[in-house]
């Protein structure tokens, strides 16, 4: 039971943190070129929204195709 309910949150769980990293790039108060840490801090963020990104498409075409 916990198991499928974890399933089943998965993908609102994905587009919630999609949601919130969004919101967190909008009010960012540094820029992708204004030091090392807005480039480094771009690129993680970047790549790990990318990998939930990409991980909740593939999950809901598995499930729903």
Request: glycine share 10%; charged share 5%; proline share 3%.
């Given at each position: 039971?916990?198991?499928s309910?974890?399933l089943?949150a998965f993908p609102?769980?994905?587009a919630?943190f999609?949601?919130i990293q969004?919101?967190?790039?909008?009010?960012c108060?540094f820029?992708?070129?204004?030091?090392?840490?807005?480039?480094a801090?771009?690129?993680?963020t970047?790549?790990?929204g990318?990998?939930v990104?990409i991980?909740t498409?593939?999950?809901?075409?598995?499930?729903?195709?």
């Amino acid at each position: 039971l916990i198991g499928s309910l974890a399933l089943c949150a998965f993908p609102f769980l994905g587009a919630f943190f999609t949601f919130i990293q969004f919101l967190e790039y909008l009010n960012c108060p540094f820029a992708l070129s204004d030091s090392s840490f807005g480039s480094a801090f771009f690129v993680a963020t970047g790549f790990h929204g990318l990998h939930v990104i990409i991980g909740t498409i593939f999950y809901l075409l598995v499930e729903l195709g």
